[in-house]
């Protein structure tokens, strides 16, 4: 049984370019969240999801980033217009139920903005 | 009030020794206590975890001391090994909302052989 699956694992992009971030979660799991890792710093929450909602995006900054987890396919984390400080590891966790909080996390994606 | 605070920020430890971290927290609607372990390029792994009506919880070499009238909590790594050497993370979780997870800064444990 597969992990998490996050890819690309490495991302570079020009300032004012997108990045689009993707996270398939563990089979039989419907429940994703997202964690930006600043360097040297802890994860901060971003957003959670479940098929096609999000319940809670309270992490999330208010302009350039959304999410989604739609039916059928991986969960996408997507930055706008990227800028320098976007640049971090950007983990996906997912779990099997609601409220289940045994999350269990990918490999992340670091994401260079240049 | 949402916020977790982790110390020290690094830690060195001789083979065999005792490796100690500890965390705060101010919520006390807070009633899930995990530790994440993670190793350079790779994502947090859960090490262990405790809810606020236990205690103390052992696993193997690691074990988490709870005390929820001082609202922290601590990892103790027994009999320390090189490769124990990684970032550990303190986190804790409403479990019974979103379960989203707030974490810690961070402690990056260093084993000397």
């Known amino acids: 049984n597969a992990g998490v699956m996050q890819n690309p694992r490495h991302l570079v992009r020009r300032r004012g370019q997108e990045a689009r971030l993707r996270c398939s979660p563990m089979k039989g799991h419907s429940h994703v969240y997202w964690y930006r890792q600043l360097p040297e710093e802890g994860l901060k929450f971003m957003v959670y999801?479940?098929?096609?909602?999000?319940?809670?995006e309270s992490g999330m900054p208010k302009e350039r980033f959304s999410a989604e987890f739609p039916k059928e396919g991986p969960s996408i984390l997507r930055i706008q217009q990227v800028v320098r400080g976007d640049s971090a590891a950007y983990f996906c966790a997912s779990s099997l139920r609601a409220m289940n909080t045994e999350a269990f996390f990918g490999q992340g994606t670091r994401l260079t903005v240049v | 009030q949402q916020q977790v605070k982790q110390s020290p920020q690094s830690l060195i430890v001789q083979k065999g020794g005792i490796s100690i971290i500890n965390c705060a927290y101010e919520n006390t609607a807070f009633d899930y206590f995990p530790w994440y372990q993670q190793f350079p390029g790779k994502g947090p792994a859960l090490l262990i975890a405790?809810?606020?009506?236990?205690s103390e919880k052992k696993e193997g070499r690691f074990t988490i001391s709870f005390n929820k009238s001082a609202k922290q909590f601590s990892l103790h790594i027994m009999d320390s090994q090189p490769g124990d050497s990684a970032t550990y993370f303190c986190a804790a979780s409403f479990a019974s909302n979103t379960g989203k997870l707030i974490f810690g800064q961070g402690t990056t444990l260093q084993v000397k052989p």
């Open positions: 999801l479940q098929k096609e909602n999000i319940i809670d």
């Open positions: 405790i809810r606020p009506d236990v």
